[in-house]
């Protein structure tokens, strides 16, 4: 089995997503760094900004909170 590069970080995301979803939080943004829960935020900018303020240009990760069965559709680059 290989180890990608931000395993640790999609395994707290995996194990954290039905909570989240629960919670109310799909369609927001988390930010992970190992197996800290950075903070979940509105948009992607918020997330982003966070990310390089805490951690610079060394990595960290983050995703939008979506369920792992839905299928995202767009045509001509519009989600539809």
């Known amino acids: 089995m290989t ?3 931000f395993q640790t970080e999609q395994n707290t995301y995996n194990s954290n997503l039905e909570k ?3 919670d109310g939080k799909m369609g927001q943004y988390v930010l992970i760094k190992g ?6 935020f509105k948009d992607s900018r918020d997330a982003f900004s966070t990310g390089l ?3 610079g240009l ?3 990760f983050m995703s939008s909170i979506m369920p792992t069965d839905t299928t995202n559709i767009t045509f001509m680059g519009v989600a539809i």
Do not use: D
């Not at 197996?35 to 979940?40: C, D, N, P, Q, S």
């Open 3 to 5: 180890n990608s590069l």
């Open 20 to 22: 989240w979803i629960a």
């Open 35 to 40: 197996t800290e829960v950075v903070g979940i």
């Open 53 to 55: 303020s805490r951690f």
């Open 58 to 60: 060394n990595k960290f």
